[in-house]
């Protein structure tokens, strides 16, 4: 018998479809314990701002002028009020002190803020005469500062004001603050640096 006379169309049908199927793709093997592959991250990219660098840095500097320009103001405030209280309390200069009770005067009316710088000296110091125009530059920077100049060789009473503030030697400098009579700072010499240094912490 022929080899075609044994295929009959049942196993012509089975070849076929046999054939068909050899001729798709075969899946790849997965491993099911695998973890599903994750998707790429996205990165977010913020939206620009709306102010570039150079816009902030003016900004800043405006803010810090302003702050400057508003302490000037406040600063000078408080000066012009407290000479309009205190006509009678010069400063910007040197006072002369010629009596103790003028001395104590100026402590007493002084304003609670306002700082009072006494400089106590003698004539027969050599050394006194140098701290003079030192001290005049710094009564002119301090406007709102009074200072005082007592020469204790003038009279037996600024003398025994000295004693009593337990003043011995010369130049000594005395700085009272609120109406007080008890020092907030003493200092003896002619160091100019460190009495602006101090007059400017307690002012």
């Known amino acids: 018998m022929k080899l075609k006379q044994l295929i009959t169309p049942t196993l012509w049908l089975t070849l076929a479809t046999l ?3 050899a001729d798709q793709p ?12 994750q998707p790429a991250p996205t990165i977010a990219v913020p939206a620009p701002e709306s ?4 816009t902030m840095a003016v900004k800043y500097l405006r803010s810090k002028k302003n702050e400057a320009v508003r302490a000037v103001k406040t600063r000078t405030k408080e000066i012009t009020t407290a000479h309009k ?9 040197v006072i002369n002190i010629l009596r103790p009770d003028q001395f104590y005067y100026y402590l007493e009316h002084a304003e609670r803020k306002m700082l009072v710088v006494a400089q106590f000296i003698r004539s027969s110091c050599h050394n006194c005469p140098r701290i003079n125009p030192s001290l005049q530059f710094i009564a002119d920077q301090n406007i709102d500062v009074v200072f005082l100049n ?13 004693t009593q503030l337990n003043v011995s030697r010369y130049p000594t400098f005395l700085c009272f603050k609120a109406g007080r009579k008890v020092p ?16 400017n912490r307690l002012r």
Do not use: C, W
């Open 26 to 37: 075969v899946p790849a093997m997965t491993d099911s314990t695998a973890p599903a592959p």
């Open 150 to 162: 007592i020469d204790t060789a003038r009279s037996i009473e600024l003398s025994q004001l000295a």
């Open 51 to 54: 102010d570039n660098l150079y």
């Open 184 to 199: 907030v700072f003493r200092m003896f010499g002619t160091d100019v640096t460190t009495l602006t240094a101090e007059i």
């Open 85 to 93: 209280r205190h006509k009678d309390l010069p400063s910007g200069r």
């Open 19 to 21: 054939n068909i199927q």
